[in-house]
């Protein structure tokens, strides 16, 4: 079956830098685009980034130029490479398969002094 589990979280100075990483398994990871999302207290879920099979990324405003996705075939791994953090970007952070909607149990970032 489809499993995605995300590592890296944790508490973060603003300014400072984090990589969270998304492992996957049950699927052929090499194929799909894979996505990063985040939840704040109180906010609804919201699309960070994308990578496609290809390797093709995009991201939203609110990170782009601060947060890179990237992707290790050969380790089955999908990376969220976070710099010049801010406390707006706390949240519960999870990795997303697209295609048949698979989500991960979220890895939680707090940015705070």
């Known amino acids: 079956q489809v499993q995605l589990v995300e590592s890296g979280g944790g508490l973060v100075q603003p300014g400072g830098s984090l990589r969270l990483s998304c492992v996957a398994s049950?699927?052929?990871?090499?194929?799909?685009?894979m996505t990063w999302h985040r939840q704040a207290p109180g906010k609804e879920r919201e699309w960070v980034a994308g990578?496609?099979?290809?390797?093709?990324?995009n991201y939203a405003d609110s990170v782009k130029g601060r947060f890179t996705i990237s992707r290790d075939n050969a380790k089955r791994t999908v990376y969220l490479q976070m710099n010049s953090l801010k406390p707006e970007d706390t949240a519960l952070y999870y990795c997303?398969?697209?295609?048949?909607?698979?989500w991960g149990q979220g890895t939680q970032v707090t940015v705070a002094s």
């Open positions: 997303r398969r697209p295609s048949g909607g698979y």
């Open positions: 049950g699927f052929t990871f090499s194929s799909n685009s």
């Open positions: 990578i496609s099979a290809s390797g093709i990324t």
